[in-house]
């Protein structure tokens, strides 16, 4: 099978496995074709010059999206997608996109509110003063009219440090890098900015009445309300 071996240059973008993700669904859509193994891991490292874990991510994210997979002893091949096209490639790359963010968005919504009702319990004073100073930022950023979306992913990021749990931190540190690039899309939308910071200042609330079932159940109501604007994207 061929393994093609595009002339692209570095990348110096700060997320670097989503521009290395978006640079081979590009190399699959041009260059490969069902059954075609990717690069080696070696050969992707020197050519977009970046780490081998940025290689694995990004490769990752495209499995997600069923675009490749792994086979025993053939390393990542190009997945046969004529069988489940409706149209054309793009439209089947889109479902994908729609269905995996919907699966994320799932998984946040069953783990974020019960993360919250533990935090409810647990958070200090000191990080309820940190939660209140990223929201003052947030608000501003609103007022401006400029994205939040460091904001947003670091309010939801302390909440989790508030558990005292790190494997914790590490499921949802995945779960928001693979939802960066639609989060990041859609706080671009009019309003979903603000709707966001409404829906921390009511959970943040609830932290400072250490009401956990109030936490959760404004969790649970900010994730739906931004889940419905994230999903309107596609």
Same mark, same amino acid.
């Given at each position: 099978? $061929?393994?093609? #071996?595009?002339?692209?240059?570095?990348?110096?973008?700060?997320?670097?496995?989503?521009?290395?993700?978006?640079?081979?669904?590009?190399?699959?859509?041009?260059?490969?074709?069902?059954?075609?193994?990717?690069?080696?891991?070696?050969?992707?490292?020197?050519?977009?010059?970046?780490?081998?874990?940025?290689?694995?991510?990004?490769?990752?994210?495209?499995?997600?999206?069923?675009?490749?997979?792994?086979?025993?002893?053939?390393?990542?091949?190009?997945?046969?997608?004529?069988?489940?096209?409706?149209?054309?490639?793009?439209?089947?790359?889109?479902?994908?996109?729609?269905?995996?963010?919907?699966?994320?968005?799932?998984?946040?919504?069953?783990?974020?509110?019960?993360?919250?009702?533990?935090?409810?319990?647990?958070?200090? $004073?000191?990080?309820?003063?940190?939660?209140?100073?990223?929201?003052?930022?947030?608000?501003?950023?609103?007022?401006?009219?400029?994205? $939040?979306?460091?904001?947003?992913?670091?309010?939801?990021?302390?909440?989790?440090?508030?558990?005292?749990?790190?494997?914790?931190?590490?499921?949802?540190?995945?779960?928001?890098?693979?939802?960066?690039?639609?989060?990041?899309?859609?706080?671009?939308?009019?309003?979903?900015?603000?709707?966001?910071?409404?829906?921390?200042?009511?959970?943040?609330?609830?932290?400072?009445?250490?009401?956990?079932?109030? $936490?959760?159940?404004?969790?649970?109501?900010?994730? #739906?309300?931004?889940?419905?604007?994230?999903?309107?994207?596609?």
């Amino acid at each position: 099978m $061929a393994t093609a #071996q595009p002339a692209i240059g570095a990348i110096r973008k700060s997320k670097l496995s989503e521009e290395v993700a978006s640079r081979l669904e590009h190399l699959i859509a041009k260059q490969l074709k069902p059954g075609d193994k990717l690069p080696p891991e070696r050969t992707l490292v020197e050519m977009f010059q970046v780490s081998r874990s940025s290689i694995r991510d990004a490769i990752r994210r495209l499995e997600l999206m069923g675009l490749v997979e792994p086979r025993q002893g053939a390393g990542t091949v190009v997945r046969d997608l004529s069988a489940h096209l409706t149209s054309n490639s793009l439209a089947e790359v889109l479902l994908r996109k729609r269905e995996l963010v919907t699966e994320l968005l799932d998984v946040r919504c069953i783990l974020e509110p019960a993360l919250a009702a533990r935090a409810a319990l647990r958070i200090s $004073a000191e990080e309820i003063v940190k939660l209140e100073g990223i929201l003052r930022r947030h608000e501003e950023k609103v007022r401006k009219g400029e994205s $939040a979306v460091e904001e947003d992913s670091e309010f939801h990021y302390n909440i989790a440090l508030a558990t005292n749990n790190t494997v914790i931190l590490k499921v949802l540190d995945v779960l928001m890098d693979l939802l960066r690039e639609t989060r990041e899309r859609s706080l671009q939308t009019e309003g979903r900015s603000q709707k966001s910071f409404n829906g921390h200042r009511r959970i943040l609330a609830a932290f400072k009445r250490r009401d956990a079932a109030a $936490a959760e159940a404004a969790m649970s109501r900010h994730l #739906q309300d931004i889940g419905k604007i994230v999903l309107n994207q596609f």
